[in-house]
Every structure is written in C-alpha cells, then in structure tokens.
C-alpha cells in the first residue's frame, strides 16, 4: 500500500483514538451509567397498591461511578435525594468491584491516549518495529480493547448480580424496602462499549495499511525458516 494511504489509514485511527479517550473520561465523570425505576415495595403492600395506583409508589433514580441522584415515593409525595459513592456508600456497596471498575477506566484512558500516539508517530514519524512499530499498535489495541471490556462487564455484575440499584435505594431507609422494577444502561456504559469496539476497528485498520497479525506473521515466519533447514 502507498505511503501516503498508510498516513492516512493511521491519522484515521489516531484521531479515533484520541475521541474515544475524550468519551471516556467524560463518562468517568458523568452520573449517566446506569437509569432505574425503583418501586416501594413496603407502601405498596399497605395499601394493597395495583395498576396505576403505583404510579405514586415508583421513583427513579440515575447513577455514575462516583455520584448520582435520584426520586423516592411512598405515596407521600415525592423525595428527592443524593448520593455520592466515595465516602456514603462504601459500607453498602461492593467496593473491590467498583474501585477495580474505576481503575481499568483509567488505565483504558492512558493506553488509548498511547495509542492515539503510536498510530500519530507511525502516519508521521520513522517508527521502529518493537515498540512503535506495526506489533506496538496490535498490543496496545489489544490491551486497550481488553480493558473495555473488563469495565462493562464488572459494571453489569456489579449492578446485575450484586443489585447496585436496591443497595442504593435501600441505604439508610429503615422504615421502607424499595426494589428495583428495571434497570437501563445508558449514555456513559455506551461510550464505553464504542470505545470497546474502536479499538477492535483499530485493529482492521492496521491489518488494512498491509500489517499482518503478529500470530499469522511469526506462522510465515517459522514455515520460512523450517523451509530453509530442509534445504540446507
């Protein structure tokens, strides 16, 4: 392939790099992971609540990584309330899954910011192959891509398995029991699942400027030189 569609191919991948590094952090810092309803399951069994009548009894609420905000109801009226992860809830919650969450995160942001440069330095510069070469770009595309995955799927155990939503829901309240009705991921986990399939496009993008994958180049390799010990 030309030079100049490599640059191109490269400047392509860099600046998609650089974007998705943005939308992290900006999800990091936002309280727009996860939305849910929550119903007051003790009001609504006082009053032998059905249909419509629950409407009184169902708030919701929103939450990031760090804080978020939500609505109470009991048929009272509504209660707003806020919260904040780091220090409110660290007895309530699983806190080696969210502080692993909130670590892979960033170090998802460092590496793609590393590989928004190796892919700038390969389009501009004279790159040597053990680092920021074609392997260099492969490994931290892959490394990136691994991290991402990690944090979404700690993320919905997190909120799954370990029900984050009625923990929070259910902090200090000890005269109601709140359930959570549905939960949705929206705009930050989103982010982070583009920023999860970005890098695995980054990948095809390498592949298309002519590198071949490290694993199918070191099998072209070892059947050359096996190639050359029978000859000689």
């Known amino acids: 392939m030309p030079s100049q569609q490599k640059k191109i191919i490269f400047c392509m991948a860099g600046v998609l790099s650089f974007l998705c590094a943005l939308g992290v952090v ?3 810092g936002t309280p727009l992971w996860v939305k849910a309803t929550i119903l007051c399951k003790t009001g609504a069994l006082l ?7 629950l409407d009184k009894f169902t708030g919701e609420m929103q939450y990031g990584l760090f ?14 309330f806020r919260f904040s992860f780091f220090p409110d ?18 170090i998802l942001v460092i590496l793609t910011m590393v590989g928004t440069a190796f892919f700038m330095y390969n389009a501009f510069g004279k790159p040597f192959e053990t680092l920021h070469g ?15 995955c990690l944090v979404m799927i700690l993320f919905a155990s997190e909120v799954k398995i370990h029900r984050l939503s009625e923990k ?5 309240e000890g005269t109601y029991a709140y359930r959570t009705q549905n939960e949705n991921y929206t705009t930050s986990f989103w982010v982070v ?9 980054n ?3 390498i592949r298309l400027a002519g590198f071949q994958f490290p694993f199918t180049k070191s099998k072209e390799t070892e059947t050359t030189n096996v190639a050359s010990d029978l000859m000689y």
């Open 193 to 201: 699942f583009i920023c999860f399939f970005v890098h695995f496009l």
């Open 203 to 205: 990948g095809l993008l």
């Open 67 to 80: 804080h978020g905000e939500g609505v109470r109801q009991c048929g009272l009226g509504a209660r707003p």
């Open 89 to 106: 809830l660290v007895q309530a919650i699983p806190v080696s899954i969210h502080v692993n969450i909130i670590l892979f995160s960033m």
């Open 168 to 172: 929070i829901a259910n902090f200090k």
């Open 26 to 28: 900006t999800a990091v």
């Open 47 to 53: 009053v032998n609540a059905s249909g419509k009548e």
């Open 134 to 148: 074609p392997l260099g770009l492969y490994l931290v595309s892959f490394i990136s891509g691994s991290c991402g």
